[in-house]
């Protein structure tokens, strides 16, 4: 009964973050979350939102996100172009992509470029040499010890979706060096490098 009763109240907070959100966009024409709304927000109850709200709505990136996209614009405007030259809309994105920015994911993933080759990642890609230093690096984590550039890859690849754009950002680590960092791996044989999008779309879950 307390998990039944946990659904419950569940339910009734999405159900009055869409009567807010609807009221919103009855004077305003994208919607827009606070921080501590996405903070709060779960992937299942994002899910729930997206699809009792109505089609074709457009959402601000929250504001951590755009602050990736000016350090992109910055340190490799070619791929922001390829994302936004264009578009009438910078940084307003589908609704259907909330999701992407709640729990553990990686925000805006970065895996439909055109004129430039993708680099994004999902666990489907780590090759069973790959799947045998992900058993290590677990091994390292238990003992707290220091993990390197490649291996920190994996681990964040295990979890959610990632490319090395927002790995860059994130950890710091300078984009050549990182694209340096998955030659080797593929070297390696530990990952797949699939660059056009249209190998990547069916990986894609949105």
Known sequence: MTGLRGNKKIAMDI???VEEKTKYLTKNRILR?????????????????????????????PEDEIAFFEWLKENDPLIWDDIWDGEEDVYNVSLDLLSQFVGNKNGFPICDLIEQPNYWFVVEHIKPKGMEQVDAIFEKLEKGQAL?????????????????????????????????????????????????REDLVKYVDI
């Open 148 to 196: 390197a550039g490649m291996e920190l890859f994996l681990v964040e690849i295990t979890q959610a979706p990632m490319d090395i754009w927002h790995f860059s950002y994130k950890y710091d680590f300078s984009i050549k060096a990182v694209k340096a960092m998955i030659e080797e791996m593929v070297y390696n044989g530990w990952i797949t490098h699939l660059k056009s």
């Open 15 to 17: 159900d009055k973050l």
């Open 33 to 61: 979350f606070s921080d501590e709304e996405l903070k709060n927000l779960r992937t299942d109850e994002a899910q729930h939102f997206i699809r009792t709200m109505e089609r074709n709505i457009l959402m601000r990136l």
